[in-house]
């Protein structure tokens, strides 16, 4: 059965381009960067150009860039390396829609005594950016606000808050893992200090990452050993994936615009479609400050692991939107904290799509959905609503995850 | 010009095998592995089956192995989580020679009030177990001691040392990033609590490790974030280079005997020769408990670096034993550490060897090096030694670097 990918949130396929550029990388070009010989040279001479090339997608310097294995260890690592340079300021300031690798991080530094401030979003998943100008305070060690949610594709308005932070001589730092490769990026007409980056979101594989870190942003690593990465992170550099994310960088770089534009028309030909032929059916997010690529929609009164299993059966790869992979029922932390009503935020799925969908796909899934659908709400006693004796559409409880 | 590769402790060739076993993976089974649809579920399972063959290498259960993406981050893993789930215990016990990995971290934690102690080695590179075993106190958190040396190959009898930690209720760790895949390691046998793997040095690529936590060791995570590695180590898996080092354990699990004495073979012939063809040459670390593929040898008189341009005009590639590679005119400090003389140190080689390895190449550098000793020396002011006005063989200071 051919896989149909609306998953590309969760991973993408690396390029073709890419794994051509990384293989002779494994058996051929094996030698050491760090090594004193022209076998390991070599290797360093084209990871500094891969450098080059992250740099540019990101129009940063070269030198701005450092290397880790994921978006979580640029994520952890900026956070912790605020806290760590600026021992006396103990808050950190974030939102309440962050993914884990910057919401668990920072329930963890809860427990070790920091004071932290989710700040709330409406129903369109868009900050509540009064909240946050209230929040800057001067033991305000660090800001982390994502650049676009990975359920939604909601962006927020990470530039005027990092003005805002930089105003008040604030580190701020936004997760950009799924902006990357998908919007443009300016860095040298922001205020941003550090941002994550994981390459599997655009195309590279799965397990390099990288931080821009801003000059003269002060630093300290987290993973501590040789001297790689001039001392901003050690371990032996990952050549094959470094070059590759080069290669991914640069293919976004060049063809962004183009491909943006048509991942988006696939995207809205999909959720209109699908809008038009299911009831009671929404989009979750502002539907214009988002990422191109991302469709949340709740389907009330069906249960969205249910339909995904059914969409499975048709080789359709989609997420329930929930960032808890354990089988919970518990709805996502994004959904419940934009106060999406518990029966649709329930049957939320994420249709995530990449340069590689087709409108066969698209046409594909708007034909098996629908069914779908209604096979499942045939089965459930809410369905139709108005036979519904409970009011089951009250707001869920925030509850910590 | 062939590359003549003998620097198999600084990284390894990616094995043809392990190769086709990653490729897949990139761009056909591509699925996130906690993705809820078969296409990535198909990838989860693979996974698990790589974790059995890494767990199958050390004799250990599938539970006891955590993915990571290099030995460093096993290594500040291991240490950083026994002070995290012992917060009053502040004393570490390392030794002189170990990696940047587990000595910068520890020079770090010592920066933040810790207590270091470095149980010193002989001139041999073997550990003093008398001030070992007084060192260990009701206040160490953590003892962290290699399995075998980077530089010299030299085997701590680490299982012995954990059994002393276990009698006194101290966790164990070992950075085993040289020994794993080089020589038996049977964790059923002994009680070491945390072991650290990395992938490229036993020929699976740059970029993933392992920790080793045997079950019942209290542990937190370094890496927060989503709920990847059962909440012990967060970020999307590296899918591609599990299922790699998966297959360079399998590798190692079938071959490690019969290579082991191959290498050996061919590393002892090097060594035989270069000591009868250079004088005032010797080996460095105690000859019989050492890795079978690690030669370090000295040359008195001459610069490490020299020798190792030269090597480089005819495309052998070996390394002068020092992790400093920023240039500096340091010897190694585990050299240092050994008490080997500074005119001894300085022109120290370590030549590591592979199951890629041939005679031909042995025979290639027992040809090419004697030359270019003897050039070397002959434009070196101490040479011959009994020429020398100076007594340049004092040990060198112990420096902390």
Same mark, same amino acid.
């Given at each position: 059965m051919k896989t149909i990918y609306f998953d590309n949130n969760a991973t993408t396929r690396v390029a073709p381009e890419v794994l051509d550029a990384m293989l002779p990388y494994f058996s051929e070009l094996y030698g050491n960067p760090s090594s004193m010989h022209s076998f390991g040279g070599k290797v360093a001479y084209e990871l500094e150009k891969a450098r080059e090339k992250v740099a540019a997608l990101l129009n940063a +310097?070269?030198?701005e860039i450092i290397f880790t294995s994921c978006g979580t260890e640029s994520d952890n690592t900026a956070i912790r390396s605020a806290l760590d340079v600026q021992p006396d300021k103990r808050h950190i300031i974030t939102s309440s829609v962050e993914h884990p690798a910057v919401r668990s991080f920072c329930n963890q530094l809860e427990l070790k005594g920091y004071r932290i401030t989710e700040i709330p979003v409406d129903q369109n998943g868009l900050l509540d950016m009064d909240i946050y100008e209230k929040s800057l305070s001067p033991d305000t060690a660090i800001v982390s606000l994502m650049w676009a949610n990975n359920e939604t594709g909601v962006i927020f308005p990470v530039e005027k808050a990092a003005e805002m932070a930089r105003s008040r001589g604030i580190i701020f730092h936004t997760d950009a893992v799924q902006a990357v490769g998908k919007i443009p990026i300016d860095m040298a007409k922001n205020y941003i200090d550090k941002l994550s980056v994981s390459g599997h979101k655009f195309h590279a594989p799965k397990g390099i990452g990288a931080l821009y870190l801003r000059k003269g942003t002060k630093y300290s690593p987290y993973l501590i050993g040789g001297h790689q990465e001039k001392n901003r992170r050690s371990g032996t550099e990952n050549t094959p994936y470094i070059i590759g994310m080069g290669k991914s960088a640069e293919l976004a770089s060049a063809n962004m615009e183009k491909e943006g534009s048509v991942v988006r028309y696939l995207r809205d030909k999909l959720e209109n479609e699908i809008l038009k032929r299911i009831p009671n059916s929404r989009i979750n997010g502002e539907r214009e400050l988002r990422l191109p690529n991302t469709a949340n929609i709740s389907f009330e009164f069906v249960e969205g692991e249910s339909i995904l299993l059914m969409l499975n059966e048709f080789g359709i790869c989609a997420s =329930? @939107? =929930?960032?808890?992979? =354990? @089988? +919970?029922?518990?709805?996502s932390h994004v959904l419940r904290a934009m106060g999406i009503p518990f029966t649709m935020a329930h049957g939320s799925i994420r249709f995530s799509l990449s340069v590689y969908n087709t409108m066969e796909e698209v046409d594909f899934v708007i034909e098996k959905l629908p069914p779908i659908i209604e096979k499942l709400r045939s089965i459930s006693p809410y369905w139709p609503p108005d036979s519904n004796p409970h009011d089951l559409t009250v707001r869920t409880k925030h509850e910590n995850e």
């Amino acid at each position: 059965m051919k896989t149909i990918y609306f998953d590309n949130n969760a991973t993408t396929r690396v390029a073709p381009e890419v794994l051509d550029a990384m293989l002779p990388y494994f058996s051929e070009l094996y030698g050491n960067p760090s090594s004193m010989h022209s076998f390991g040279g070599k290797v360093a001479y084209e990871l500094e150009k891969a450098r080059e090339k992250v740099a540019a997608l990101l129009n940063a +310097s070269h030198d701005e860039i450092i290397f880790t294995s994921c978006g979580t260890e640029s994520d952890n690592t900026a956070i912790r390396s605020a806290l760590d340079v600026q021992p006396d300021k103990r808050h950190i300031i974030t939102s309440s829609v962050e993914h884990p690798a910057v919401r668990s991080f920072c329930n963890q530094l809860e427990l070790k005594g920091y004071r932290i401030t989710e700040i709330p979003v409406d129903q369109n998943g868009l900050l509540d950016m009064d909240i946050y100008e209230k929040s800057l305070s001067p033991d305000t060690a660090i800001v982390s606000l994502m650049w676009a949610n990975n359920e939604t594709g909601v962006i927020f308005p990470v530039e005027k808050a990092a003005e805002m932070a930089r105003s008040r001589g604030i580190i701020f730092h936004t997760d950009a893992v799924q902006a990357v490769g998908k919007i443009p990026i300016d860095m040298a007409k922001n205020y941003i200090d550090k941002l994550s980056v994981s390459g599997h979101k655009f195309h590279a594989p799965k397990g390099i990452g990288a931080l821009y870190l801003r000059k003269g942003t002060k630093y300290s690593p987290y993973l501590i050993g040789g001297h790689q990465e001039k001392n901003r992170r050690s371990g032996t550099e990952n050549t094959p994936y470094i070059i590759g994310m080069g290669k991914s960088a640069e293919l976004a770089s060049a063809n962004m615009e183009k491909e943006g534009s048509v991942v988006r028309y696939l995207r809205d030909k999909l959720e209109n479609e699908i809008l038009k032929r299911i009831p009671n059916s929404r989009i979750n997010g502002e539907r214009e400050l988002r990422l191109p690529n991302t469709a949340n929609i709740s389907f009330e009164f069906v249960e969205g692991e249910s339909i995904l299993l059914m969409l499975n059966e048709f080789g359709i790869c989609a997420s =329930s @939107g =929930s960032a808890c992979t =354990s @089988g +919970s029922l518990q709805p996502s932390h994004v959904l419940r904290a934009m106060g999406i009503p518990f029966t649709m935020a329930h049957g939320s799925i994420r249709f995530s799509l990449s340069v590689y969908n087709t409108m066969e796909e698209v046409d594909f899934v708007i034909e098996k959905l629908p069914p779908i659908i209604e096979k499942l709400r045939s089965i459930s006693p809410y369905w139709p609503p108005d036979s519904n004796p409970h009011d089951l559409t009250v707001r869920t409880k925030h509850e910590n995850e």
